[in-house]
């Protein structure tokens, strides 16, 4: 029937088509104003993002790409300035003390409605967030504050919560024990106000969409059409407003595919661009110039120390560290620039007493050799009573570079030690449950920072943390992460974190491998971007686009 | 009629609760935890989360419970976005799918009719020999190739004319849908096509087209009402399927493209075992699939009034 038609139709239909095809050329230029991924006029910039920000429910989210958006729309007591430093938020001033701290909120700072947030919003949020009834997962971010975790484990009401507003402009906290990183804390997404009438008047839904959260950041949240378009505009109510350069965050694209996110690129439609190994190559040849970032992150191999496991033996863990070589790893294997080796649990990233604490107590190396790790296979042979080593099962992720990887160490300790693994390869939740079961005998992981200090890495090892997926268990290890939790003395606080450094190295419960990196692109005219371990990155807030002769 | 109708929603109400059952107990049998994080939380928090989810029950206790609210059409709260109803996610992002898919169909069953009976009418002529090469490229390239070379193409063409001819992705306008659409209706109609000339090839043969001949008809009215409408039937039969096929596949080119469609939500939440979204969404999808069978069995008396339904 169609086809009929067409027939009938076709000389008027080819003068229709064709006055369409001249009014759609005649669109067109409107549609390459659109396209821009900086405008200097308006200081709008595009950008994409990877997923769309899965919970903004600050108490209770969890991932990264929330935490970008939320620093962005919300403001902690404390901030971080442009060149990373703590600065004041909503808090204009603070005391921090050994017991706990005191906080004087600035009388200007207000909520997306005009309203000011006062001590009481904090308070409302902090104790939301350690209710076991919210459930949040990030609820042990706020265990340094007084009774903080026997209120989420049930044991006592959510008003017993070590804080408390004095009036509304100031904030009293108790803390759980000395707590020398708490200010870093109070910049992190848990502890960001929430205002219980607004949140309460929600319900259910708060934080669900644009309209449905309250904002006291530099930008709100103007439009979020689901898993499609996000849009930042600045924040009229922010006192700070003054010093926010950018008007528009404009977020039309959602996509994890790397080559596509390098053609939007390319096209001018957005003004940052991750990039993978692949893409890299591209941008190299294309003339672009690549920007580098230490994410702060540290990935390693962990050995699972349980009861009946053949990598509860030391000399063979020590085999193992003798013939990998990270250096090795990232400059063959990974092949991404950025991502640097490491011999430390603890990234170069990490803060000291006042320079880097790597700078200040450089990480022991082990020795390495393939003489080395035969010999200490062979003593492991012996202790265990073995002919041959039974096959090691390695659990691994399923992304390009987790394959990568897993093949090389598979490849090397085959052919150096004559080992036998398995590799055991699983989607995120599988992994996740396999190592919190314990069914591994090594286990590739990666751990992000949550605070800045050495603690947010150093507490990994203990003997009575969660995160503990091999369940090392040293009692001299203990007692250092006691003292680094307890003492007010920044010095011998590092002193003991090095302790630490030593004894992974020396007992080998983990393998460190590199410090991870970011390779990405950044349009020439876009300035002032601050690339953060914390408080989410990147940091927009002092961002600014320039003219396009500047 | 109405009896064929009857016995034919009975059937699919019994497939669609055989659906839901398999994904629910294969779903459950699955390693893996979908409350799991990278960290670790203390008891209290995961008896609390637990019991959000109602994963404190026995699964028997649970899979009942399921049922009841599938029953009323409430598939729950979703995992990784613990504010969002399964049924806002389907209300929201299933119309992006469908659109996509729908001009993704009409272009590849247009295509499909054009190419098979230009195919059929010049067999084994030159307009023949490329349409057939042509279609075994289609049908053997996977989606993510020919998205990504599509996209290579828009990007290519942008930089040639020196402004922005297509967007390289994203989703608002036309302009947006339309090499989406082609990339995900390709597949398609190379198959419809390779359907088509051999349904056309078939008919070439029939006795009424000579009688049609016979009593002098135009050669254009023959080809296109007795030719090619007697030759569309295998075609529509595969239509039903195609659509399902054509709405529920475009993952791949949802997130080369970035269109905010449901099939990443599926397939994300699979990766992520978000229970409520696996259920709501295969559930929403199997329901989708036999309602477009069904359709395609009532479009069947329509074109051909030999088949009438209900024998």
Redesign the interface.
Known sequence: M???AD?YLAEPMSDLLAALFRLSLLL??L??LA?GAVDHERQRIRL?LS?EP??L?ST?T?DQISSFVLSHVMEGLLTYDASNELSPGVAERWELRQDGATFWLRRNARWSDGKPVTAHDFVFAWRTAVD?????????ALYPVRNA?RI???ELPVTALGVEARGDFRLEVTFERPTPYFLGLTAFFTYYPIRQDFYESRG?????DAD?LLYNGPFVLQRW?????LRLRRNGHYWGRDHVGLYEIDI??????T??IF??Y??G?IALAPLETETLRDAVRLGFTPKLFLTGSIYYLQFNLREGRITTNRNLRKAIQAILDPAVLVNKVVGLPGNLPSDSIFPTTVKGVELPFRTEYPAPRPERGLGLARHYLELARQELGLERIPPLVMLVGDGPRANKEAEYFQQLFARGLGLDVRLDR?????R???M?RGDFDIVAAGWGPDYDDPMTFGDLFASWN??NRGRYRNPEYDRWVEIAATSPDPEQRMRAFAEMQRLLMEDVPVLPLYESGNVYLQHPQLRGVVRAIFGGDPNLRYAYVAGEDE | MTGFLLRRLLSSLITIWFIATATFFVMHA?????L??????????R???EA?YGLDQPVLTQYGIFLRNMATGDFG?SF?????RVND?IR??FP?SALLGVVALVIAT?GA??FGALSAQFRDRWPDRTIMLSVIFAISVPSFVLA?LA??GI?SL?KAAG???L??????SW?HLIVPAVVLGLGTMAYMTRLMRSSMLEVAQADYLRTARAKGLGS?RIF??HH?RNALLPVVTVLGPAIAAVTTGGFVVE???????LG??FV?AV???DYTVIMGTTVFYGAFLVLMVMLVDILYGLIDPRIRVGK
């Open positions: 169609l086809a009929c027939v067109l230029p549609a390459v396209d994409t997923s899965p919970n429910n209770v969890t076991p009834k919210t459930a949040s997962q990030y609820a042990s975790e989420n484990r049930g259910e839904r708060y934080a669900a449905d059409v689901h898993g499609a378009h039309p694209y959602i996509t994890t595919d080559t596509a053609n939007l390319q096209a439609s699983q989607t995120a939740k599988q996740l449950d396999k919190s969660e995160n | 699955v390693p893996g935890d979908p799991s994080n990278e960290k670790a939380v203390n008891p209290e928090i008896r609390h989360l959000r709260i990784t976005q613990q504010n969002r996610i929201e992002h992006v247009l009719l054009l990504a996209q290579w990007l942008n402004f922005t001819v967007p390289v992705a994203g989703w608002g302009r254009l296109v009402f090619m997130l080369i493209f970035s269109i905010p469609g990443r939500y994300q990766q992520q075992l």
